[in-house]
C-alpha cells in the first residue's frame, strides 16, 4: 500500500527552458559584475560571465559523482577564477544575487501540479528530493511559497543542505525516515532515470517517471510508471 510519494524538483514540479537559463544566465553576470565593481575590483562582465560558467562547472562535475554542492562553494571557485580573495560578505552577497537570479526569471509550475499536489495531500504523505545547484534550496521553498504549495509537502532533501545527490539512497532513506514510512510504501516521482528513478528503485521504493517537460520516455524496464500529464497521476497511483 502506498503511503508516501516523493518528487523532483526540477522537470517535474517545475519546467526550467534553455530561454530560461540564458536569461537567468545574464542577469547573474549583470548582478554580480555591478557588486564586485562596487566593491573595487576591476572585472569585465566578459570575465565574470566565464567565472559564473566555471562555478556551473563546479556544480555539474559534482552533479556527476553524486555529490552535493553548496551555493558557497561555487561562488568561491567563481571570486577564484576572477583572483579575488574572498571574504565571508562578499560571498554571502554573491550567493544572495545568484539566487535573486532565479527568483527574477524562475521556472514555471507545470499545469495541473498545485491541484493535483492538493488531492494528493488528502491520501499521501508528500515529500520532494531534488538536487541543487546554483540556485540554494531557499529559493526553491521561496518559489514553492509563492505558487502556494510548499505546505503539502511534510519533508523536503536537497542535495546542497545534505552534500549527497541523487541517486545516492541516503537522498530517499532520509526523506523517507522524515516521512515515517517504510520504502515499500513509498513512490519517487521524476523525470530522470539515472538518477530519480535508479536511486528510487535501489532505495527499495516504486518510481514513476515524468516526461511532461523534457519529452523523455526512456524504454527502461525499472519503471513501474509513466505519465506526462499531472491529471493521470492519481490514477496511477491508485493502480501501484
Known amino acids: 500500500m502506498i503511503k508516501a510519494v516523493t518528487f523532483d524538483f526540477w522537470q517535474t514540479l517545475y519546467a526550467d527552458s534553455q ?3 540564458r536569461e537567468r544566465q545574464a542577469m547573474r553576470t549583470r548582478y554580480c559584475h555591478k557588486f564586485l565593481v562596487e566593491q573595487g575590483h576591476d572585472v569585465t562582465p566578459a570575465a565574470v560571465n566565464s567565472g559564473i560558467q566555471t562555478a556551473y562547472r563546479l556544480a555539474e562535475t559534482m552533479w556527476y559523482q553524486h555529490r552535493g554542492v553548496t551555493v ?47 488531492q494528493l495531500s488528502t491520501k499521501y504523505e508528500l515529500g520532494i528530493i531534488s538536487d541543487t545547484g546554483l540556485t540554494p534550496s531557499r529559493v526553491l521553498r521561496q518559489l514553492m511559497t509563492a505558487d502556494g504549495i510548499l505546505g503539502k509537502f511534510a519533508a523536503q532533501t536537497y542535495s546542497d543542505e545534505t552534500a549527497h545527490t541523487k541517486p545516492e539512497v541516503i537522498q530517499f532513506h532520509s526523506t523517507l525516515k522524515q516521512l515515517n514510512v517504510q520504502p515499500s510504501e513509498a513512490v519517487h516521482i521524476g523525470d530522470l532515470v539515472w538518477t530519480d ?41 491508485e493502480r501501484l
Do not use: W
Open 72 to 118: 558557497d562553494a561555487c561562488i568561491l571557485r567563481l571570486l577564484s577564477s576572477l583572483g579575488i580573495q574572498p571574504t565571508p560578505p562578499v560571498v554571502e552577497h554573491l550567493v544572495h544575487l545568484t539566487g535573486e537570479a532565479c527568483l527574477n526569471v524562475p521556472p514555471v509550475l507545470i499545469p495541473y501540479t498545485k491541484e493535483t499536489l492538493a
Open 19 to 21: 530561454e530560461l537559463k
Open 197 to 237: 528513478i535508479v536511486g528510487a528503485k535501489n532505495a527499495g521504493m516504486k518510481a514513476i517517471q515524468f516526461s511532461g517537460v523534457t519529452g523523455r520516455a526512456d524504454d527502461d524496464a525499472l519503471c513501474d510508471a509513466k505519465f506526462d500529464d499531472y491529471r493521470q497521476l492519481e490514477t496511477i497511483l
